[in-house]
């Protein structure tokens, strides 16, 4: 597969997808096979040694920011349209596996509505939502509540670091939104044996439209009940540090409780994908 093409499908700017008139996601990623090599190597949405090419890129984002965040938010609500891509889940259900979501196997496009915020602002990558899935097989008859729940992950090129003509600060800063996406995505499909047990069922990355015109990518996971981890790290904690903006400082029962969880996940998946597992293991238990 030649990687220029693949790069090319890529490439946010085009005016065939910039002016594309719906939210329905253009491109399904899970199935290309892109290394994360490969990915790394994709070029940047604009030349970075050309003054004229930071200046247009910077005017867009900053004025799509203004968008993002005052005139046209992303609010709970807001619907997107997406296609499941075909061929993204493990073909034999393997020990401890969830049940997948009556949508995953949907033959038209599934409707996704915005329930209620999980992360948002400008210092995080990714904007993080629960969201309901609508689907044209199961949807009729069917209130809200009754929908499968899902989570999003929203990375939005204007809500992160913007590059400037100012000065060339940014670039050992800056990280490319379709990294970001990309990446993400290539982790999820190494994954793929264990998703929906040891990770969640991951239902691909998406190119959908903000209500500020721009395009962004949408991560779509399975939702799984339970304290984030920083809610679990505030319930454990023995002090919570106001100076370092809450910063939660755990006792050595609680930490080494925390440490033995983080094994017992990273050992688990590490077996599943039966990747030098032996050594692995070994390795995470000297740890």
Not at 117 to 136: F, K
Request: glycine content about 4%.
């Amino acid at each position: 597969m030649n990687l220029q093409k693949i790069g090319s499908l890529f490439v946010l700017d085009s005016p065939e997808v910039r002016h594309g008139p719906t939210a329905l996601s253009r491109h399904h990623f899970d199935t290309m096979d892109l290394t994360f090599q490969q990915i790394s190597d994709l070029p940047w949405e604009f030349d970075s040694d050309d003054p004229e090419s930071i200046q247009a890129i910077e005017q867009r984002l900053t004025a799509s920011r203004r968008a993002a965040t005052s005139t046209h938010p992303l609010a709970a609500g807001h619907r997107f349209h997406f296609q499941p891509p075909a061929h993204s889940f493990h073909p034999h259900n393997h020990p401890g596996m969830r049940p997948l979501p009556s949508f995953a196997f949907s033959s038209g496009p599934c409707t996704l509505t915005l329930e209620s915020v999980i992360q948002e602002g400008l210092q995080w990558q990714s904007q993080v939502w629960t969201a309901r899935v609508a689907h044209p097989e199961a949807s009729n008859g069917l209130d809200a509540e009754s929908r499968p729940l899902v989570v999003v992950k929203i990375i939005q090129p204007s809500l992160l670091r913007i590059p400037t003509v100012l000065n060339n600060n940014w670039k050992g800063l800056y990280v490319s939104p379709r990294f970001i996406a990309l990446s993400e995505d290539c982790i999820y499909r190494t994954l793929r044996p264990v998703r929906g047990s040891a990770v969640p069922h991951y239902f691909g990355v998406h190119e959908v439209q903000m209500p500020n015109g721009e395009l962004a990518w949408m991560m779509i996971l399975e939702h799984i009940q339970g304290p984030t981890m920083k809610q679990w790290m505030r319930m454990h904690a023995i002090h919570v540090d106001p100076d370092t903006e809450g910063k939660c400082v755990l006792g050595p029962v609680e930490f080494a409780a925390w440490t033995r969880t983080i094994k017992d996940m990273v050992r688990v998946i590490v077996r599943q994908l039966s990747l030098r597992p032996s050594v692995s293991i070994a390795e995470l238990r000297r740890r």
